[in-house]
């Protein structure tokens, strides 16, 4: 559970991301997704942030995450996996959130599968960071403290 008294960021991740090590190697690398998971905490803490995640499997189970992270989380770092294409319900969620909102692909889905190439997520987001592989959760939490930053 949190520390409530440092600020919360929200790292939530979609389907199959469960299986990052084993799936796919070659597009996704060999990296589990609980080690990407454990840099970006380790990034964050000495940021000072804390760090919830969710790793879920369906839309409406990010959505209440969006839900519940109002007003009380800082910032959101979301990987919606396949959902980014078509899931237009968590476009809706994320934008009643009011702090950072950082959209994160391991691969870089505008160079693979044209169907990949729409993010339903990105016009609510503040930015993408994609094609970074491993380093993508940890440059999402320096874009958090910056966007963070600037607004004080
Ligand atoms: C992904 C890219 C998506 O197109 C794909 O469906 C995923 C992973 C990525 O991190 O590169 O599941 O979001």
């Excluded at 990407?36 to 000072?48: F, P, S, T, V």
């Excluded at 996996?81 to 899931?87: I, M, Q, S, W, Y």
């Excluded at 993508?136 to 004080?152: M, Q």
């Amino acid at each position: 559970m949190a520390n409530s008294a440092l600020p919360i960021i929200l790292i939530l991740n979609g389907p199959n991301l469960n299986l990052l090590g084993q799936r796919q190697p070659e597009i996704y690398g060999t990296a589990t997704l609980s080690e990407h998971i454990n840099a970006a905490k380790e990034k964050a803490a000495k940021l000072g942030f804390e760090v919830e995640t969710l790793v879920a499997q369906s839309a409406g189970e990010i959505v209440s995450a969006i839900h519940g992270a109002r007003s009380r989380c800082a910032a959101i770092i979301i990987n919606p996996g396949a959902l980014t294409h078509f899931a237009w319900s968590l476009n809706d969620a994320l934008a009643t959130f009011d702090g950072p909102k950082i959209e994160v692909h391991l691969s870089n889905p505008a160079t693979r599968d044209p169907w990949r190439h729409e993010s339903v997520v990105a016009p609510v987001v503040s930015g993408t960071i994609a094609g970074f592989g491993a380093n993508g959760y940890k440059f999402a939490i320096d874009a958090v403290a910056t966007l963070l930053a600037d607004k004080k």
